[in-house]
C-alpha cells in the first residue's frame, strides 16, 4: 500500500514538472508570435513604401526618355529648317545645340534614374523573399504553439487524475465493497422473508378451512351454479339445490 501510495505521488510530482515546462514554453511561444506578427506588419510597409518608390521612378524613367528624345526630334527639326533656309544656318545650329545639350541631360536622368529603378527591384524580391521566410515562420510558430497547449492540456489533466488516484487508497475501496455487499445480502434477506411470510398466511387458511369442512372449490362452484340459476328462474324449479349440494360434497 505504501509502495503504491509512493508510486501515484511521484506521477503526480512529475506530471507537476511537466505542466511547469510546458507553460513557460507556451508563453514565450505566444510573446514570441506577437514579436513576428509585429515584424511582419512592419515589413509589409517597408515593402509598400519601397513598391510605391520604384513604381515612381519608374514614371519618372519613361518622363526622362520621352524628353531625351523630344529634344533630339527639336534638334533635327533646326538642322532641317537651316537646310531649308527657313533659318540661319548659325542660328539653327546654336538652336540644335543646345537641343541635343538638354537630350544629354535627360540621358543621364534616364541613366541614373534606371540603375535605381534595378535597385528597388532587387530590393522589393530580396524583401518579398524575407517577408515569406518570415510569414513561414510564423505559422510553424503557430503549430508549435499549438502543439505545446495542447501537450500541457494532457499534462494537467493528469495531474488531476493522480490526485484523485492518490486520494484513493485499495484499502478504503475494499471496505465500501464490503459494506455494498452487507447491505444487498440484508435486503435480499429481507426479500425472502416476506415471501415466506405470505407463504404461511396462505397455509393457515387452508389449515382452518379444511378443519371446518369447507371444500373451497366446492364452495366456488356452488357459487358460480346460483348465479347461474338466478338468471334462469324457469330452470330452478326444476332443480333441487340440496340434492346437487350433497352431489357435490360427496
Do not use: C
Not at 133 to 148: C, F, G, P, Q, V
Amino acid at each position: 500500500m505504501n509502495l503504491l501510495v509512493r508510486i501515484l505521488k511521484f506521477f503526480q510530482s512529475e506530471a507537476h514538472a511537466l505542466v511547469s515546462r510546458f507553460e513557460d514554453p507556451v508563453k514565450l511561444i505566444e510573446q514570441g508570435i506577437r514579436d513576428l506578427k509585429k515584424d511582419f506588419d512592419e515589413s509589409m510597409k517597408s515593402l509598400a513604401q519601397i513598391k510605391a518608390i520604384a513604381i515612381g521612378t519608374k514614371k519618372e524613367l519613361e518622363v526622362k526618355k520621352q524628353i531625351a528624345s523630344d529634344y533630339e526630334q527639336k534638334a533635327m527639326i533646326l538642322l532641317q529648317k537651316s537646310q531649308n533656309g527657313e533659318l540661319e544656318t548659325a542660328e539653327a545650329e546654336r538652336l540644335a545645340a543646345e537641343a541635343l545639350k538638354k537630350r544629354q541631360e535627360a540621358l543621364k536622368e534616364v541613366e541614373r534614374l534606371t540603375a535605381d529603378a534595378k535597385t528597388y527591384d532587387a530590393s522589393l524580391e530580396q524583401m518579398s523573399k524575407k517577408i515569406l521566410e518570415l510569414k513561414n515562420k510564423i505559422k510553424t510558430s503557430e503549430n508549435e504553439y499549438n502543439s505545446l497547449k495542447a501537450r500541457a492540456t494532457v499534462a494537467k489533466t493528469t495531474q488531476k487524475v493522480n490526485q484523485q488516484l492518490s486520494s484513493i487508497s485499495s484499502e478504503s475501496t475494499s471496505a465500501m465493497i464490503e459494506d455494498m455487499k452487507r447491505k444487498i445480502s440484508a435486503a435480499e434477506d429481507l426479500a425472502q422473508a416476506w415471501g415466506d411470510t405470505a407463504t404461511i398466511e396462505t397455509t393457515v387458511d387452508d389449515e382452518i378451512n379444511k378443519a371446518i369442512g369447507v371444500d373451497i372449490d366446492v364452495q366456488k362452484s356452488l357459487a358460480e351454479m346460483k348465479q347461474k340459476l338466478l338468471a334462469n328462474p324457469t330452470t330452478s324449479q326444476d332443480v333441487d339445490i340440496e340434492s346437487l349440494k350433497k352431489e357435490l360434497d360427496a
